[in-house]
């Protein structure tokens, strides 16, 4: 499905709600697997969620994860502990490109009996469940955080914890200290000293709670980009949302000030209004919250702002390389775009090209971090239905708030 937006404008005020975080979805839905006394309110409708829910229930010996990264990480730590299964996981054409080794390296360290079906170091993975009782591992730390949570989630299910050392400067702290502040909240004991995080066994079991889930800051972050693109004046009321989130993302508050956008958090919700205009050029290190550079480099181009935005050398192994994609598809606006392995920064912005069409690359990021220029010209979003994998509700909701489609 391929969406044209025709150059629109939007209600000066409106209000979306937004489903759980997809982030906070899967880790909680992995650890009520394990844990059945847990239950969950307001879990996200995105499809990885989704994915993951039918995952966890399934009794097939082939678990087909489709383009849900998450997913994949966290059901290959999953697995290694469901003694006496034996599963095939796999994923889509891309997914078997995007590299597991590092966990996968990590997992075996414990005992896990883990194979690779075609490529090493890629999925498919060859699964056989076992008692783990060995409990001490290292991992490097600039690598996806997903490994490293993946690795904490079984954690307390392991008969005797886990002790887990992290190698070198660690990138994105926030998903970490997400998963280990849900442990807390279900009564596991941790502790994250210097580099090394310790999660106990709990031989107790986990007594029965139930955690309502907080909508998901990333979605959000479009609405940010759209209000910022907007009028002075212009408000979105967002919820459910909280000042105190678990989300690394939750940062576009403070970033999306120096758009001239404030946010005011309010009866569990966040009034998002765009105060005054800054065209200051901009520098962000995004190391912890590089889901939402795509969004903001958009935001710049859209507004013709010169920008650098660092951290982000996590982008190329998500679901396209994203620093690539994000280069070819802005320079079709006619903006030159340069990037590195841990970069990209806008210069010498030119105006908007009008009736560009943006190539999504099966990356539900892209074609939503995209939209919001159609508050500036006239563009083309393909494949625009692969927004599915995180907000499946996004065109609809644009439309509610003024966007028009063709």
Not at 73 to 101: C, H, N, V, W, Y
Not at 215 to 224: E, I, K, L, M, R
Not at 276 to 303: H, M, R, Y
Not at 369 to 396: E, H, Q, R
Request: glycine residues 4%.
């Amino acid at each position: 499905m391929n969406i044209k937006i025709q150059k629109s404008s939007i209600k000066q005020q409106s209000a979306i709600i937004i489903t759980g975080s997809k982030s906070e979805s899967n880790r909680l839905l992995l650890l009520q697997a394990l844990f059945p006394t847990i239950g969950i309110q307001n879990i996200s409708n995105a499809d990885d969620a989704v994915l993951m829910q039918n995952a966890l229930s399934s009794d097939s010996d082939v678990i087909d994860i489709h383009h849900a990264g998450t997913a994949m990480r966290f059901l290959t730590a999953f697995l290694t502990t469901q003694k006496d299964r034996e599963i095939l996981l796999t994923g889509s054409s891309r997914m078997q490109e995007r590299p597991i080794k590092i966990l996968v390296d990590a997992l075996t360290q414990l005992g896990a009996n883990i194979t690779y079906e075609n490529v090493d170091g890629y999925p498919p993975l060859k699964i056989k469940g076992q008692t783990i009782t060995k409990n001490k591992v290292s991992i490097k730390a600039n690598v996806s955080s997903q490994y490293i949570s993946a690795l904490l989630l079984i954690a307390p299910n392991l008969k005797n914890g886990l002790e887990l050392t992290l190698q070198g400067e660690i990138t994105s702290i926030p998903y970490i200290k997400m998963t280990l502040s849900l442990l807390n909240k279900l009564g596991v004991e941790t502790r994250f000293e210097n580099n090394i995080i310790n999660v106990k066994h709990a031989d107790k079991g986990i007594s029965p709670i139930t955690l309502t889930v907080e909508s998901d800051w990333s979605s959000a972050s479009y609405f940010y980009s759209i209000v910022a693109l907007s009028e002075v004046g212009t408000q979105i009321t967002l919820s459910s949302y909280k000042d105190n989130s678990l989300q690394g993302d939750a940062v576009l508050a403070d970033i999306y000030k120096n758009f001239g956008v404030d946010t005011i958090f309010e009866n569990n919700s966040i009034l998002i209004k765009k105060e005054s205009e800054n065209l200051n050029p901009k520098t962000f290190n995004l190391v912890n919250c590089p889901d939402i550079a795509q969004t903001i480099a958009v935001t710049c181009l859209g507004l013709g702002i010169n920008c650098m935005l660092e951290g982000l050398h996590t982008l190329k192994i998500k679901e396209t390389d994203r620093l690539v994609a994000l280069k070819t598809e802005i320079e079709k606006f006619g903006t030159p775009v340069s990037i590195t392995n841990n970069s990209l920064s806008l210069h010498d912005i030119k105006p908007l090209k009008n009736n560009i069409v943006v190539d999504t690359y099966k990356d539900h990021r892209m074609a939503m971090a995209f939209a919001p220029l159609g508050l500036k010209t006239n563009l083309t979003i393909n494949t625009a239905d692969v927004v599915s994998k995180s907000y499946p509700d996004f065109w609809t909701d644009l439309a509610h708030i003024g966007f028009t489609f063709k």
